[in-house]
């Protein structure tokens, strides 16, 4: 398969990511003729000089909003393959953003020198290095608003470097930029001649991509079942390892299966296939198909990271819907072992039957029924989840 360095780009509103992306975009010659038309009459209709955000920010909505909605990826080459994911920055659209972060390879963190570190560049470190993700790059935009002032660049970049001081986190590289002028994204800027470090693009050349999670144990979430000329056919997305005749086991039912044949021989991870068994009858959505030897963990608790998201408390008793790949359960809140601020990472003293909205905390689960798990940093897929309340993704949180 061919393989694409994804990341994400992550910081507050106004920062400048979607600019950012646009330049980028536009310096690797990836965007067609026909759409800098399109940007440049657009830009003409609102009266507006060019403006490389509307390369993504293309939808109407965003446009007069003035703001990145959700997440929106975008391909490009340049001596490499890389997916950008767009993550928006205003705290509304925070579940967007930790959504689209979950898929990262890697993630950039985009900094206004003139306006400095802001809480939700601070919630969206936190939820970085609660994602697992290691592979950083801090760029600080908008240098061109400060006249390139090294000194205000120093100053900020001490600011963030001391934050980080608390976390696992620490990036390749601190890039002073302009993504309007195109300053130390593609090309090296003249206009910063005191600055001797790589590039934006210099550095993501040097990122890695995940771990194969082709090579990780067989995972296979059952999508639905349907009956196609008298055969039942399990189809769904193989999240890791390889499908092949070896003896298999759906999980939790742990019931063993024979596998027949698979539709289309796309038996790969990152791949949906639909797969026909000797012997189905119990088959269904939910279930994960693995190889008999290597099963996950099948629990009806588990202790994790949480973030939530919700605009109104998370209380013991409050119902929820536990959803991870397929599978969904009721659960509740069982116990919070502590809580801390995402922002400052400051332990948070008080009540601990309850979670106030973007609180993080370490939590124990319990759910109505077993389910099947693995460790966040091992099959990430396995090990990520979202609590549903009244209808609503409320909150996020990950398997250590």
Known sequence: MERYLSF???????????????????????????RIDEVKKTCEMLGRPFEFAYVIDHLHEEREKAMTIDTSQTFFKYKRNYVIIDAPGHKEFIKNMLTGASMADAAVVIIDTEVGLEEQTKRHLYLLNMLGIKQVVAVFNKMDNVKYDKQRFEKVNSDLRAFLA????????????????????????????????????????????????EEEELRLPVQDVYTLDGEKVCVGRIESGKLSEEHLMAVPVMKEVRLKSVKDKKVLAGQSTGVVFDNSDGIDRGQIICKKNRLPKITDQITATLFWMGEKELAKK?????????QEAEC????VHFKFNSSTLEPINGDSDRINGLE????????NKKIAVDSFNRIPPMGRFVLIKDGIVEGGGIIA
Not at 9 to 27: A, F, Q, W
Not at 332 to 335: A, P, R
Not at 360 to 365: F, H, Q, R
């Open 360 to 367: 993080a905390a370490e939590v124990t689960i319990k759910l």
């Open 318 to 326: 409050d119902k929820l819907i536990y959803k991870s790949t397929t």
């Open 332 to 335: 509740q809140l069982n116990e």
């Open 166 to 213: 608390n976390f696992p986190i620490k990036p390749a590289e601190y890039i002073p930029i302009s993504a309007m002028n195109g300053d130390n994204i593609v090309k090296r800027s003249e206009n910063l001649t005191w600055y001797s470090g790589p590039t934006l693009i210099e550095t993501l050349a040097t990122f890695k991509n995940k771990s194969d999670l």
């Open 8 to 34: 994400v780009i992550v910081g507050h509103i106004d920062h400048g990511k979607s600019t950012l992306i646009g330049r980028l975009i536009y310096d690797t010659n990836s965007l067609p003729q026909e």
